[in-house]
């Protein structure tokens, strides 16, 4: 029950990471400042992740022999992006303590299993229909009407993997073109901003909630995230109880990330759960005392999750491919711009590099003019909202 600490993971413990990206670098950052060990499981050798843990595997995500090998290296194993598979981590899980559990995360890679389990907990999301096969288009113009999207239920992220349609003509080319099948149709919401909550639950059931933050896009992508979310406190405070929500119903141990659209009528949807660090949440790393990356790692080993606070107002900006590292040598030299790199070799369009964060007292974040002339060289950047 919350309150009762288990006794938590031992120092020198080993975290096993499945996943060599930037979010799993950032965690065996966090879980050796904690007095943890990590050994990761990734691609290459020159992964993010694997630059800064302790060992590595590398190998198949869903080759049971390399599956074994990794396990055999931790005491508790975490997961730091979603397209892994939930079978590799049911095996993992029978051989040493896996959080989240892979039941969660069959529910966050399948958009339909995501929106049937958010209706059976009566989360409000935005209208959709499952499109199984081709006569199930038929009936998309009557029931969400147009524009709709058009997605598929798997793999898809960072804009990928979706059409807007705008016209019935439209959906036999779109339906031929996303793969695999089914699909998922989504009506399309007239909304005010999309916010996000990072959301983080103990061993003990204790949980926890980061503040919403704004999140604005580009090109499909995240571009800035604002923390807190200029929305009403009372809508906060909302959003916050229905990602509580959300972590107790899928029994999460670890964080997660829910993204919802606050609508033109003040009202949450939730579009979707990320069990794992998120994009949106880099901004708790400078703005509070305890970031996501410490409080799931926390999660994970059973430590003690007090109250997730900010002692600052912040804004984070994502740094993508060529263009944006371009500028890396003004960001390192302007003053207030706190620089992340990832380690990635190659800064290719469309990925992700790094971010930046940039700090203001609490309740001081200033309006448009004032967060672009703070942004520097990066102002330019970061003024669409989608």
Known sequence: MPGHFPAPLPFNATIGIVGGGQLGRMSAMSAARLGYRTHVMANSANDPAVQVSHGVTIGSFDDPDVLREFASHADVITFEFENV?????????????????????????????????????????????????????????????????LKTTRLGYDGKGQQRITSADQLEAAFETLKPHPLVAEGMISFDREISVMVVRGLNGTTRCFDPAENRHKNGILDLSLAPAAIDPTLMAEAQKLAMRIAEALDLIGIAGVEMFVDRNGKLLVNEIAPRPHNSGHWTMDACPIDQFEAHIRAVTGNPLPPLIRHSDAAMKNLIGPDDMALWPEIMATPGLIPHHYGKEKALPGRKMGHVNVLFPVGGRPGEFGLQDALGVLADHSTEVE
């Open 85 to 149: 598979s939930a079978d590799g981590l049911d095996l993992l899980a029978s051989l040493k303590p896996v959080h989240p559990s892979g039941n969660i995360l069959r529910i966050s890679q399948d958009r339909i299993a995501e929106k049937s389990f958010l209706t059976s907990i009566d989360v409000p999301v935005a209208p959709w229909r499952a499109v199984n096969v081709r006569e199930d288009l038929d009936q998309l113009e009557r029931e969400l009407g147009f524009p709709l999207i």
